[in-house]
């Protein structure tokens, strides 16, 4: 469980346990030797300044039910929409496009305490970009905010000028039923999450070539080719769904890492802790007490390194490991372009006599394994959100997180986890595919678009004369 904690709060939480573990060891033992003097004297401390007490913990509940409720409103109160995207059949781009796109759509701005805490805008525009499966048909799809739809067509008919875009019903809730999973369909989905550290990328797009010919090898071509093969009364949705983030909320983080990996941060050594601290602390009065009795005495200190530990030489990049190399670059390239909070997941469902879970989620995981770099980073699905059960209450644990993965899919939401995506990684897992792709049940356009003969006549009775 404490894994899954933030580990700014570790410390913070593990004190706080062992806190009240003592007060209810200290509260046992009273009660068991009839010594309740003590809890008297807090009640009666309480009776008399409960309203300097009470106000600090009634704010801070206040609080946290306040964020929930506007961002609450806030997302009820924005409308969404869904588009299709049909691209061209003869498209020759690279992903490298698609990165213009994504550039567009970092709307970020500075939002003040005013609008934050009266409601007025509580976050940032959120978009998602969705490749679905309808029984082996693919189709591309954009849920963006209604107001953000012009933005959104302008950036791909920039760089793509032959799509054609259309406003749909959504379709999670018209190619399936809305209850899922129930006694005639099943269902499988997980959150996707990083193997390692945010600041590590995944492999992106400039890595997909062909050694010998130098030829790109487009990143979505598994992932097409799996969601083509599946049957009748079957469906594969694949989401990402980002917001724009700041560069000061992630590149110090970012700087950190670097600076830890070359050793110009702290070592693990000389990073002290909450426990570290405390210890030199308890150091401290056995100095004074022999400073101010004993003559002559080497002073104790806590073990912290010698100076060249804690001031590191300047740095030498041959110092370092090849991978420890490879990681360096890596992340200073990362921090290089603009960047989005992102959450992926995939759902997989379909009738219960065609649920073929080897091709429907091991194909799909097998497919976006290949974003992978052993060295970096990698997707990998998310265990509090993978829908599956162990042990006891299996049934209903498993019914929960089906419904739960499926839901937040349909809400497009960032719940059970996010990470940061520059706009590399976002075009390399999400993109229009080129001519290379030859999967047939690819949704394109097979006829471009063309302008009017200058010579057309525009009036028959004009024309006749």
Not at 144 to 158: L, S
Not at 214 to 240: C, N, R, Y
Not at 266 to 278: A, N, P, R
Not at 432 to 461: Q, T
Request: proline share 5%; net charge negative.
């Amino acid at each position: 469980m404490l894994n899954n904690i933030n580990p700014k709060h570790k410390t913070t939480v593990i004190l706080s346990a062992i806190v009240v573990l003592l007060l209810v060891i200290v509260i046992i033992m009273m009660f068991a030797n009839g010594d309740i003097v003590f809890l008297k004297v807090i009640k009666d401390l309480f009776v008399n300044i409960w309203w300097l007490i009470l106000p600090i913990p009634i704010w801070k509940i206040f609080m946290l039910v306040w964020d929930e409720y506007i961002d609450l409103m806030w997302v009820l109160g924005t409308s969404r929409i869904v588009l299709e995207i049909v691209p061209p059949a003869d498209t020759e781009k690279s992903p490298k496009i698609m990165e213009q796109v994504f550039h567009g759509l970092h709307t970020y701005s500075g939002i003040n305490k005013f609008e934050r805490y009266c409601g007025w805008r509580t976050n940032q525009d959120k978009f998602s970009f969705e490749i679905a499966s309808h029984e082996g048909s693919v189709h591309f799809y954009i849920s963006c905010p209604a107001g953000a739809r012009n933005n959104v067509e302008a950036q791909i008919y920039a760089q793509y000028p032959d799509t054609e875009i259309f406003e749909i019903e959504d379709y999670v809730w018209t190619h399936t039923p809305r209850n899922l999973p129930n006694s005639e369909w099943d269902l499988w989905g997980s959150t996707l999450k990083l193997a390692r550290e945010d600041q590590l990328p995944i492999r992106t797009h400039t890595h997909f070539k062909e050694e010998i010919t130098g030829t790109m090898i487009d990143p979505l071509s598994s992932l097409t080719e799996v969601m083509s093969a599946i049957g009748k009364d079957q469906h594969i949705w694949f989401q990402i769904v980002f917001s724009p983030v700041s560069e000061s909320k992630w590149h110090p983080e970012s700087m950190e890492y670097i600076n830890n990996l070359i050793g110009k941060g702290e070592s693990s050594k000389t990073k002290k802790s909450f426990f570290g601290y405390l210890g030199e602390l308890l150091v401290l009065p056995g100095n004074i007490f022999r400073g101010m009795f004993v003559d002559g005495v080497e002073l104790a200190a806590p073990e912290m390194g010698s100076v060249e530990e804690i001031t590191k030489e300047d740095f030498n990049v041959n110092r370092l490991s090849p991978d420890e190399q490879e990681k360096v670059k890596a992340v200073y390239e990362n921090i290089s372009k603009i960047a989005f909070n992102t959450t992926a997941r995939f759902v997989y469902t379909g009738k219960k006599e065609s649920f073929n879970k080897a091709l429907g989620v091991a194909g799909v995981m097998g497919a976006i394994k290949q974003f992978g770099d052993t060295n970096l980073n990698a997707f990998m699905p998310d265990p509090n959100s993978k829908t599956f059960a162990l042990y006891h209450f299996t049934d209903t644990r498993l019914a929960f997180r089906q419904r739960k993965v499926v839901q937040n899919f349909r809400d497009r939401s960032f719940n059970q986890g996010t990470f940061v995506f520059n706009i590399e990684e976002l075009a390399t897992v999400y993109h229009f595919p080129d001519m290379s792709v030859k999967s047939p049940n690819v949704s394109r356009i097979d006829a471009k678009k063309g302008n009017a003969p200058s010579n057309l006549p525009v009036d028959f009775e004009t024309s006749l004369q």
